[in-house]
């Protein structure tokens, strides 16, 4: 057992269960991974370019197709608007 282990086993052996549980404790702030959705709104954004309609049909055929493809079989997948 590593003495971190050791000294966590120690705290928690020794504190009341009242001061481990303190009510103003609080976690950290955790940022939650952004969808590819927002991935992509972001790094448009980033580079002053529009997220046109064509561009959401694409990356949603990318995201919901999980095997590999090349352009051609994407293309022949996609719908033919616009």
Known sequence: MS?????EQQ????????????????LQHV???LSPQERFDEY????AM???QQR???LEH????????DVETLI?????KG
Request: charged letters at 20%.
């Open 3 to 7: 003495v971190v282990a050791q000294l």
């Open 11 to 26: 705290l928690v052996a020794s504190a009341p269960a009242h001061k481990l549980m303190a009510k103003d404790y609080s």
């Open 31 to 33: 940022s939650v991974s």
């Open 44 to 47: 448009l954004q980033s580079r």
């Open 50 to 52: 529009r997220n046109t």
């Open 56 to 58: 959401r049909t694409v």
């Open 62 to 69: 990318v995201f919901s197709h999980h095997d590999h493809f």
């Open 76 to 80: 022949e997948q996609l719908p033919e």
